[in-house]
Nanobody, 119 residues
């Protein structure tokens, strides 16, 4: 199983970016999908979670600005980021809890995509 993330870049404060992540390989189904981020010198933090049934949860710091979504038939998860702030600058990682044909389910990670917000 591989997760491929894309969509990062450089944007001015107040701008928007959309991150996408696609899972591929021997996938039976995907449970929760998540986006994490890690800023320089800081621990990786959970940004948003979406269940298979599309229930969502967000870190307080991004509520009202970020929206996570997924397409189950395509095994993809997106993160729409609006009203970006310099403190959103980080490497963003997608994560998925994947059920393959060999249980139990386990977490897989994408390679990370850089988001830089200039002031």
């Amino acid at each position: 199983v591989q997760l491929q993330a894309c969509g990062g870049g450089l944007v001015q404060a107040g701008g928007s970016l959309r991150l996408s992540c696609a899972a591929s390989g021997s996938i039976f189904s995907i449970n929760d999908m998540r986006w994490y981020r890690q800023a320089p010198g800081k621990q990786r933090e959970l940004v948003a979670t979406i269940t298979r049934g599309a229930s969502t949860n967000y870190a307080d710091s991004v509520k009202g600005r970020f929206t996570i979504s997924r397409e189950n038939p395509k095994n993809t998860v997106d993160l729409q980021m609006t009203s970006l702030k310099p403190e959103d600058t980080a490497v963003y990682y997608c994560n998925a809890n994947v059920r393959t044909f060999y249980p139990p389910p386990r977490d897989y990670w994408g390679q990370g995509t850089q988001v830089t917000v200039s002031s």
